[in-house]
């Protein structure tokens, strides 16, 4: 079994940073593809950022490029999402997801999920 623990979020202005934490524990003998996702008010759930074990690639949706940045630190068994330049929008609760199954990353088919960090960017 997997764990996933996010940790970061808060509260924070608009132009602000954050850096989220997800630290994976349980079988941990293997690397695995990461994900964050976010769900704001209302919203459905998106995919934010993507970081694939085997070659370290990384995506993210339109609305982040540029502003966030997702990093695995394999020491650690943590991912991190470091976020810059918030706006009013990126105000979700985030999430953490891990051993991505296939399909489109952004489509949430995970097999591990964390209980979710918030933030709140105010304007």
């Known amino acids: 079994q997997v764990q996933l623990a996010e940790s970061g979020g808060g509260s924070v202005q608009a132009g602000g940073s954050l850096t989220l934490s997800c630290t994976i524990s349980?079988?941990?003998?293997?690397?695995?593809?990461t994900a964050w996702f976010r769900q704001g008010p209302g919203k459905e759930r998106e995919g934010v950022a993507l970081?694939?074990?085997?070659?370290?690639?990384?995506d993210y949706t339109a609305s982040v490029k540029g502003r966030f940045t997702i990093s695995q630190d394999n020491a650690q068994n943590t991912v991190y999402l470091r976020m810059t330049s918030l706006k009013s929008e990126d105000t979700a609760m985030y999430y953490c997801?891990?051993?991505?199954?296939?399909?489109?990353?952004?489509?949430?088919?995970?097999?591990?999920w964390g209980q979710g960090t918030q933030v709140t960017v105010s304007s």
């Open positions: 970081f694939v074990a085997v070659n370290n690639m990384t």
């Open positions: 997801a891990a051993d991505w199954r296939g399909g489109p990353w952004s489509k949430g088919e995970y097999n591990y």
């Open positions: 349980g079988d941990i003998n293997r690397r695995y593809d």
